[in-house]
């Protein structure tokens, strides 16, 4: 496939662990992904840069995203939640969401696409898997799928 026909992709990465925001933002630019990543540490960010709010209220420097990775297990408000404000939301609920995330319990893969995720990923340990993991998300949702449109 050729990666230079990938469409930009505005991708909102929810997640609280450093390590993981660096390894995922290094995984994407490793398989040359053309997309501006912003980044929500807790839920209650998350929900302020999707909605717009406090110090995310500018538009332009908090696009909203055509993509979002999630974390189940944040701070403030847990990943569930942020999933069940997004698709609760007739503006947002087109936004496809992955669940990027640690835990490979049955109990929250079942909560994860019960309350509206788009694909449940689990986390691998190893960097190289970890990067073909995120390669392969790449892949399918910013090649082969058709994302809604961004809308101001």
């Known amino acids: 496939m050729n990666v230079e026909s990938e469409k930009p992709v505005n991708i909102l990465l929810i997640e609280d662990n450093d390590d993981h925001i660096e390894l995922t933002k290094r995984a994407l630019e490793e398989n040359g992904v053309s997309s501006d990543i912003s980044v929500a ?3 209650e960010e998350a929900l302020d840069l999707l909605y717009n709010k406090g110090e995310h209220s500018n538009r332009t420097k908090a ?16 990943g569930f939640e942020v999933l069940r404000h997004i698709k609760g939301d007739p503006d947002l609920k087109s936004i496809p969401v992955i669940l990027l995330t640690t835990s490979s319990r049955d109990e929250d893969i079942v909560k994860g696409y019960a309350e509206g995720a788009n694909s449940y990923v689990t986390k691998p340990v190893d960097f190289n898997d970890f990067v073909a993991k995120i390669n392969n998300i790449r892949l399918y ?10 809308h101001p």
């Not at 949702?141 to 961004?150: A, C, E, G, I, Y």
Request: hydrophobic share 40%; glycine share 4%; no cysteine.
């Open 41 to 43: 540490k807790d839920g």
């Open 63 to 78: 696009p909203r995203p055509s993509l979002v990775l999630l974390d189940v297990n944040l701070p403030k408000i847990d």
């Open 141 to 150: 949702w910013t090649l082969v799928n058709s994302l809604p449109s961004v």
